[in-house]
């Protein structure tokens, strides 16, 4: 019997006028996940605990059998770990993504955040904005007297890490759930390290806005890299043995740092792909491959599709369409064919960690649906996977994680 998870990333959603009434999921066309859920299990379930952040990280913490409310210290520790850095006691790390703020005259504080991800910057411009950013003269004064230092990431998504600084009480606000917005209610508070933080962001902006790559990119009608935001903070985490729990052999294919970081923390294996960008233009056909080889040797793949988060927060609702549709057509049609003609027992998870809402292009807990098939069964039921389809099946609204177990039940 082999095991396989597929998360689309954001793909859940709430009903868009756009769409006449439908959400995405209803809208895309997804023939293989609507056969697969037809003869499977529809259900519903609560990902992001109450009173936690309603994100990736808690999300996906709990789809692999983790409590967020016991082990979730923040976001960037998790991220950290994915590359081997190293926190000790005192540290704190913090993601600190490369953004895009309005073209203007405007104070700092009054221009408007419009890009979470430096206008989608590729991973060689971005490494080379952050690291010209943390050699320019005032702002390297800045990060040593703070006590930070960067490791740059092949994509907008750093990892700054500041020793010997208290984050208690502090708030760091996602930005890619403010985007349009004024960054000045946004920006770092609640303790006197957050002034800090503010003071190198807005640094930062005078060192980055123009900075040769970001007129390159103005030029060519892109968006500019031209500021940090900090947010997730927290420090080192510890996650239980995913052998010791579930006593399977496995390996998660992503493009992002936060699943291979939990990956690491459980003691799975972790498979990079070449060209795998976290974007809609990604190879999905290489992580198909890397999935089909991990199942030749081990228990259990898990493959994350980044794609429809990142249409979402970018305001592109064809995007988060085509990205649905490649979902269905291009990885879970290959995959459940492949393992078909190999004559394979199979049990397959396939949902959405947290909505992204196309009406906010942001984050939300809510319930999402998930889809639980096993190719030794047919169970009748005979309905598409979608968020509808979801409320008639079973529900785990407690944001417990209860999908593994339910994945490895013989």
């Known amino acids: 019997m082999k095991y396989l998870l597929i998360i689309g990333d954001g793909m859940a959603d709430n009903p868009v006028p756009e769409l006449g009434g439908k959400t995405p999921l209803q809208h895309a066309k997804i023939p293989v996940m609507d056969t697969l859920a037809a003869r499977g299990e529809v259900g519903s379930v609560v990902n992001c605990p109450d009173g936690l952040p309603a994100g990736s990280d808690t999300a996906i913490l709990s789809i692999f059998g983790a409590d ?77 007297k703070a006590g930070m230092v960067v490791h740059p990431a092949a994509s907008f998504r750093h990892i700054a890490v ?69 947010w997730a903070e927290g420090s080192a985490v510890a996650l239980d043995s995913f052998w010791d729990k579930y006593h399977k052999t496995g390996a998660v294919i992503s493009a992002v740092p936060l699943c291979f970081g939990i990956a690491r923390l459980s003691g799975l294996d972790i498979r990079e792909v070449e ?83 196309t009406a906010t292009r942001g984050h939300d807990g809510d319930p999402v649906p998930y889809l639980l098939y096993d190719s030794r069964r047919d169970s009748g039921r005979g309905l598409p996977y979608c968020e509808e389809s979801g409320t008639q099946g079973p529900a785990y609204p407690e944001g417990a994680p209860v999908l593994m177990p339910l994945l490895f039940q013989a």
């Not at 504080?109 to 979470?116: F, G, Q, R, T």
């Not at 004024?182 to 503010?198: K, T």
């Open 68 to 144: 967020p409310k016991l082990c979730y210290t923040g976001r960037s520790p998790l991220e950290a770990a994915a590359t081997g850095i190293q926190l000790n006691p005192g540290d704190v790390s913090y993601r600190c993504n490369m953004v895009a703020y309005e073209d203007s005259d405007l104070p700092f504080a009054e221009k408007k955040i419009l890009s979470h991800s430096g206008g989608s910057i590729e991973g060689e411009q971005s490494i080379q904005l952050v690291t010209d950013l943390f050699q320019d003269p005032a702002f390297q004064a800045a990060a040593q």
């Open 162 to 230: 500041q020793s010997g600084a208290s984050i208690t009480g502090i708030q760091l606000i996602p930005p890619h759930d403010h985007l349009g917005e004024v960054i000045g209610p946004l920006l770092p508070s609640g303790c006197e390290n957050a002034a800090v933080l503010r003071d190198l962001m807005e640094l930062a902006h005078n060192v980055l806005d123009h900075h040769p790559i970001n007129e390159a990119r103005r030029a060519e009608g892109k968006l500019p890299a031209n500021g940090v935001w900090f």
């Open 275 to 357: 060209g795998a960008t976290g974007e809609l233009e990604t190879n999905y056909e290489g992580k198909v491959a890397a999935a089909l080889a991990v199942l030749k040797e081990k228990d259990f793949a898990a493959v994350h599709v980044e794609a429809p988060d990142e249409c979402t927060h970018n305001g592109d609702l064809p995007g988060k369409l085509q990205a649905i549709e490649w979902l269905d057509s291009r990885v879970v049609g290959p995959l459940v064919k492949a393992l078909e003609e190999a004559g394979e027992d199979f049990r397959l998870l396939i949902l959405s960690d947290h909505k992204t809402l």
